[in-house]
């Protein structure tokens, strides 16, 4: 049998595939040190576990890593085999050391989830820049990287009426969602700017192809906000463009600083993100994506 240890995100996903499920009951002392405490309520835990957390609305992420890897520890000590869900990949983005002395940190957090138990990781979207697969960095846990990219696309096609819709990446690397994007939209206009960051001062420069937008719906796509500089960047940048209208779509809505109320000053169409991590911006659901892998995981556990 299988239980579903986490949030009341877990919760969802649990009561979608009927299992048991169990509360991570998630104390934070005055300190900041946290106690992630499973909530066992007389049933004992199942020999295999899906443990999936997201981070509480505004939650500190080096917090959320710290009851993440705990759990797990926790878990290891009482369960045969643990899948670990980490909706949103964090330090994802630190895929190089940009600069000499710099942590490979998304390899080292990787490591670490692997050592602290999981025996397979699954995620949405993960910021796959200068690595093809995280799985190439850890050996002893299987790794998926799953795509909510159709979620953001069907949504969109069903609550707006789009003419002639084009979709845009705001950087080089944005190209692989905009391309799957408009495949869902069954169209084949998509296309990417091309970004450059300053590796220490953060400021971005970039360059706008040489595109006949006029009229046109624009999506522009990405996998992250977070500060909000590369989405308002892409934005100025195609108003000039004399567009019909933008609507800014992302995976992950991590919303530092002050990312909302800038958005919010942009008179977009619409701004439309997943429920991989909590935020007051439009949330589509990807719990469904979740429970698809995991009856995937279980078919295959089957097999011979
Ligand atoms: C970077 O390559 C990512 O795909 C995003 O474009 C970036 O992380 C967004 O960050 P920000 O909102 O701070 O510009």
């Not at 950087?171 to 994007?181: G, H, V, Y």
């Not at 530092?256 to 439309?272: I, M, P």
């Amino acid at each position: 049998m299988v239980s579903v240890v986490g949030d009341e995100f877990a919760e969802q996903i649990a009561r979608k595939l009927d299992f048991t499920y169990h509360v991570l009951e998630r104390r934070i002392f005055p300190d900041g040190e946290v106690c992630p405490r499973i909530v066992l309520n007389g049933e004992p835990l199942d020999s295999e576990v899906f443990f999936i957390l997201r981070p509480k609305p505004s939650q500190d992420l080096n917090s959320y890593l710290v009851e993440f890897l705990i759990t797990l520890r926790n878990l290891r000590k009482r369960v045969k085999r643990i899948h670990a869900v980490m909706p949103y990949m964090i330090y994802a983005r630190q895929d190089a050391t940009f600069r000499r002395g710099e942590p490979l940190s998304s390899k080292i957090i990787a490591e670490l989830i692997a050592e602290s138990g999981a025996d397979s990781f699954s995620t949405i979207n993960m910021h796959l820049h200068r690595i093809e697969d995280i799985a190439s960095f850890v050996s002893n846990m299987t790794v998926s990287n799953l795509s909510a990219i159709p979620y953001l696309a069907h949504s969109i096609e069903k609550n707006f009426d789009l003419h002639e819709p084009f979709v845009l990446g705001p950087d080089d690397e944005a190209l692989q969602w905009a391309k799957e994007f408009a495949k869902c939209l069954n169209v084949h206009s998509y296309e990417a700017m091309h970004k450059e960051r300053d590796p220490v001062t953060g400021e971005i420069k970039t360059e706008l192809p040489d595109l006949e937008l006029s009229g046109r719906d624009l999506i522009i796509i990405d996998d992250i906000i977070s500060t909000g500089g590369t989405m308002i960047n892409a934005v100025q940048k195609v108003r000039k463009k004399d567009v019909a209208s933008i609507i800014a779509t992302v995976v992950h809505p991590v919303l530092t600083n002050d990312a909302l109320e800038a958005l919010k000053t942009l008179d977009l169409r619409g701004v439309c993100t997943t429920n991989t991590i909590p935020s007051p911006l439009n949330q589509i659901d990807v719990t469904p994506l979740i429970v698809e892998e995991i009856k995937k995981k279980r078919e295959k556990e089957k097999e011979p």
